[in-house]
């Protein structure tokens, strides 16, 4: 009896420890759980299918759209030349640029500014989607809708 009482108790703290974990550790924010993403892609590129799984895991739905001219679809969202990656994200009403981070998406869904959106430029080793270690501070910078911008935040 002794020994059920033990083995009950062990067991409930390990439930309630993993279900603190999964809550509060989880790594996919409440803000992005079901939002929907849109990945526009060139069929060639092989590391925005997988930022596109990365999204999924993090908890977003995600289409998958290949587009065959891929800087057409960047200048029609105004993306500056220098901020431009391999892909384009369309979520909720945002345009997201490149292999971004989902805490970069999380902000911006919690803050909701008036802005057309966010890039992260380039493909940084170690961001979301590409392969190796981050080694270096990365900068993620507001679209602004008169077509400028500014830095949203460093990561």
């Known amino acids: ?12 703290l390990v439930v309630v420890a993993g279900v603190y974990v999964f809550t509060t550790g989880s790594s996919k924010p409440a803000l992005v ?7 526009l892609y060139d069929p060639t590129c092989g590391c925005c299918g997988n930022h596109a799984a990365y999204l999924e895991r993090s ?3 995600v289409e998958r759209e290949r587009v065959l001219d891929i800087s057409a679809v960047k200048a029609e ?3 500056p030349q220098d901020l431009r990656s391999c892909h384009t994200t369309l979520v909720e009403g945002y345009v997201v640029e490149g292999h971004m981070p989902v805490e970069a998406i999380a902000k911006l869904l919690k803050e ?18 590409m392969g190796g270690n981050k080694i270096e501070t990365w900068t993620v ?8 911008y500014s830095v949203f935040m460093e990561m």
Do not use: C, W
């Not at 008036?114 to 979301?128: D, E, R, T, V, Y």
């Open 112 to 129: 909701r500014p008036n802005i057309k959106g966010i890039a992260l430029p380039g493909m940084p080793q170690g961001s979301p989607g």
């Open 1 to 12: 009896m002794k020994r059920n009482i033990i083995t009950g108790g062990i067991v409930l």
């Open 77 to 79: 969202y105004g993306i």
């Open 33 to 39: 759980q079901d939002a929907q993403a849109t990945v």
């Open 59 to 61: 908890g977003f739905q």
């Open 141 to 148: 910078y507001a679209l602004e809708k008169d077509g400028s």
